[in-house]
């Protein structure tokens, strides 16, 4: 007796059903992997388009500066394309222009940058102690913006100091900042006739206040209870009103002020006779 078991299609090593669903799958695979490319080579040439290439800039907050100053310096790569714009050396290139105090650069799809710029304010003036018909604008950070013509240094706080000045170059920002405080407690009237201060090595304040046609100067040490210390300066002065000339400074930085005369003219030696 024969026992003879069925086996089912294709269970069978070499079976008849195995080989034609290698090939379905194998092919699909290839199918897929085909198409990828293709879709890979399409980004790729759209993305090197002319579509994609650098071909505007806008700037935005500037009134110093002009449009094309800025383009001359950092020279931008025209046509290049955005998507693989590096903004980190045309960054550098900005903040090395003078009036610029900070900048932001953006790319803007698809074949733009933004430049955003925060500029230098003039907020003082400032001029060396040796020359001092000569004064220039200062920014919050102490940096040198330029020479100020005619009487436009009337528009700022005036500080005098002992180190020559250069446009371009840096003072020390604790100065101005220090200039500008005190002026914010000037009375309209002593704002307005102040001829300038100067801060010393050891940050004392001297200032130049016009009296009659005289020059008296005002000294004080620091900033603290620098408002009491002004309105003792003016009393001091209304004090001295048809004496004017007699005044040489009133100085502030002690406890009770202390108020030196001019020296009188010591008068002529009388000629002896006989000469």
Known sequence: MVDIRKTPPGSMRGGPQEKPRKRGRTGQTARKVFLVLIFLAAQLLFLSSDFFKLKSIEVAGIERISGEDILKETQFPWGSQILIFD??????????????????????????????????????????????????????????????????????????????????????????????????????EMNRQLIDLTIEENSQISFRYPLGKDVIEGKLDTLDNVKDKLDLFSKILAQMEGKAEQLEYIDLRYKEPVVKLRRPASPPDEKKEGE
Not at 124 to 144: H, L, N, Q
């Open 87 to 188: 903004e980190r050396p045309y960054h550098d290139r900005m903040a090395r222009i003078l009036w610029v105090k900070s900048v932001k650069i953006a790319k803007v799809l698809p074949g733009g940058v933004k430049i955003e710029v925060k500029e230098r304010t003039p907020v003082a003036a400032s001029a060396f102690t040796d020359e001092p018909e000569k004064w220039y604008a200062i920014d919050d950070d102490g940096v040198v913006l330029c020479v100020l013509e005619g009487d436009r240094k009337k528009d700022f706080p005036r500080m005098l100091i002992n180190e020559k000045l250069v446009v371009g170059g840096r003072i020390d920002s604790g100065k101005v900042d220090t200039i500008l405080k005190f002026y914010t407690w000037l009375t309209p």
